[in-house]
């Protein structure tokens, strides 16, 4: 079955400093790739997607490539803000299959 | 524009009482989808609707979890005589389409349900 691994939270950082989380999945078909943040007591919004190998998605500063070869789909910003604060959740979408895979979700702390 | 919508906010129930959480998913979605979310886990997929049918119940927890899905539109997720266990985050999304080929989903804000 498809699967969505991140890495362990919280992720602590210092504002201004360079952000990366880690996701892999495993997933039969080509699946579709999203990242998923939720800021405190909100539901969930996109933040980003890539549908095919080698796309990148990008929005508000954050960057995820999706790699086929790794089967990975890191998020990356350069530069965090304390505002950048919440749970991000990595996702797929597989091309068999209309429900979404969650990964279990990475909080962030950005202190000033 | 309006978002999706859930009501209630938050809901507290004593053990063995019935509840049921309402989504009203954004106008011309056809898909809708509720989740669990319990604390320090992720979502846990529940039932998706397209149009009013649930092509896939596979993720009701147990036969006290039933939904439902009128006019294409607002969506009513019951569990009956709940447990403690149930305690968690309710989410709803919507998303124009199933999804397949990177279609979004727009969450809700979630019903905060706690058990006693």
């Known amino acids: 079955g498809n699967s969505v691994t991140q890495m362990e939270g919280p992720v602590t950082l210092s504002e201004e400093a360079f952000l990366t989380i880690n996701c892999t999945y495993t997933?039969?078909?080509?699946?579709?790739l999203f990242w998923y943040v939720q800021y405190p007591g909100e539901g969930l919004q996109l933040l980003l997607k890539?549908?095919?190998?080698?796309d990148k998605g990008s929005n508000k500063g954050f960057e995820a490539t999706y790699r086929k070869e790794t089967t990975s789909f890191h998020l990356e910003k350069g530069s965090v803000q304390v505002s950048d604060s919440a749970v991000y959740f990595c996702?797929?979408?597989?091309?068999?299959?209309?429900?979404?895979?969650f990964g279990r979700g990475t909080s962030l702390i950005v202190h000033p | 524009g309006a978002g999706v919508s859930q009501s209630p906010s938050n809901k507290v129930t004593e053990k063995g009482k019935d509840v049921e959480l309402r989504c009203d998913p954004i106008?011309?979605?056809?898909?809708l989808y509720w989740y669990r979310q319990s604390l320090g886990q992720g979502l846990e997929f529940l039932i998706y609707f397209q149009g009013n049918s649930a092509p896939d119940k596979s993720g009701l927890p147990s036969d006290r979890f039933s939904a439902e899905r009128t006019g294409g539109s607002v969506s009513t997720l019951t569990i009956q005589r709940t447990q403690q266990e149930d305690s968690a985050v309710y989410l709803c999304?919507?998303?124009?389409?199933?999804?397949?080929?990177?279609?979004?989903?727009?969450f809700g804000p979630g019903t905060r349900l706690l058990v006693l």
């Open positions: 106008s011309g979605h056809t898909a």
């Open positions: 999304a919507s998303s124009f389409n199933v999804l397949r080929g990177g279609e979004t989903q727009y």
């Open positions: 996702a797929l979408v597989s091309g068999g299959s209309y429900i979404p895979t």
């Open positions: 997933a039969t078909g080509y699946p579709s």
């Open positions: 890539a549908t095919k190998a080698d």
